[in-house]
């Protein structure tokens, strides 16, 4: 089992930047893929940035080149750093891990909530 604890979420100005953090524990030794995902009002849940064991990183279309995801795997922590953000960036923001390389992980936690104000 893996927990997943986030922090980071408030309200931001557009054009501002913002860091969230996310810290795991438990069997941290199995995760071989961290992600954050992000739920707008209303809207699917998104995949916006994912890291890999390999330090490999995929990104969201609508983010790249603002948000910069990076891993810390002596401290099990996964951080996003988001600048220039946007209204559109409103959403709780939620970090998922897992062991596999290709695939969403089981573990989630219980999401930060980013509000961008125009």
């Known amino acids: 089992q893996v927990q997943l604890v986030e922090s980071g979420g408030r309200l931001v100005q557009a054009g501002g930047s913002l860091r969230l953090s996310c810290a795991a524990s438990g069997d941290t030794l199995s995760i071989r893929r961290y992600a954050w995902y992000r739920q707008a009002p209303g809207k699917q849940r998104e995949m916006v940035a994912e890291?890999?064991?390999?330090?490999?990183?995929t990104y969201a279309n609508s983010v790249k080149g603002r948000f910069t995801i990076s891993s810390d795997n002596a401290k099990n922590t996964v951080d996003l750093q988001m600048n220039s953000l946007k209204p559109e960036d409103t959403a709780v923001y939620y970090c998922?891990?897992?062991?596999?390389?290709?695939?969403?992980?089981?573990?989630w936690g219980q999401g930060t909530e980013v509000t961008v104000s125009s």
């Open positions: 890291i890999r064991r390999d330090d490999m990183t």
């Open positions: 998922n891990a897992g062991p596999y390389y290709y695939a969403q992980g089981n573990y």
